[in-house]
């Protein structure tokens, strides 16, 4: 039998995938996919410079934010420990909004520019990296939904200023 403060097999799941959203990694693979696109993909430099700035840029934007919005987050206040031990994340009053959330949206905008099947695959693990922030009480469902939004109008401001062709896509 299961100690009720042992965390299911949904929430241990959550937790691995939660790292894909990840600022750290999600900076490391930019600048490697940028590296990449310079060395080897001269076709591709515009969009390697967009996803690399809009990286950059929503890795700082939810810090900014956090720092003005004092919103507890979900794991704080549970009654009895934590639900099948959900580990704590973050600062307890950094609930808003998700910054997973915010890259996710990002790059789930920045999907776009990709050839239609690609682009479902990565929308599609961009939302769901995002509700693995639910599942592990880290955010409310609504730190979550503004994050993917404004990381969405985040990359949409950009694209603009960082892709010089406004039709670029990536080519298979």
Do not use: C
């Not at 299911?8 to 750290?24: I, V």
């Not at 515009?46 to 987050?73: E, G, M, W």
């Not at 920045?110 to 695959?121: E, F, S, Y």
């Amino acid at each position: 039998m299961k100690s009720p403060l042992m965390p299911t097999r949904a929430e241990e799941t959550a937790e691995a995938l939660t790292w894909g959203a990840d600022e750290h990694v999600l900076l490391a693979l930019a600048a490697a996919g940028w590296l990449y696109a310079w060395t080897r993909r001269p076709s591709v430099r515009p969009v390697a410079n967009h996803v690399l700035a809009v990286s950059l840029v929503t890795a700082v934007l939810p810090h900014i934010l956090k720092s003005f919005f004092d919103q507890t987050r979900p794991d704080r206040l549970t009654v009895r420990g934590h639900r099948h031990g959900i580990p704590i994340s973050g600062r307890s009053h950094d609930a808003f909004p998700s910054g997973h959330a915010v890259h996710m949206g990002a790059l789930a905008s920045a999907a776009g520019l990709l050839p239609r099947g690609p682009r479902r695959a990565f929308r599609a693990v961009a939302v769901g990296l995002s509700l693995t922030r639910i599942v592990l009480l880290a955010h409310w469902a609504s730190d979550v939904v503004a994050g993917f939004a404004l990381g969405a109008a985040v990359e949409r401001l950009l694209r603009p200023r960082a892709l010089v062709k406004r039709n670029a896509r990536v080519r298979p």
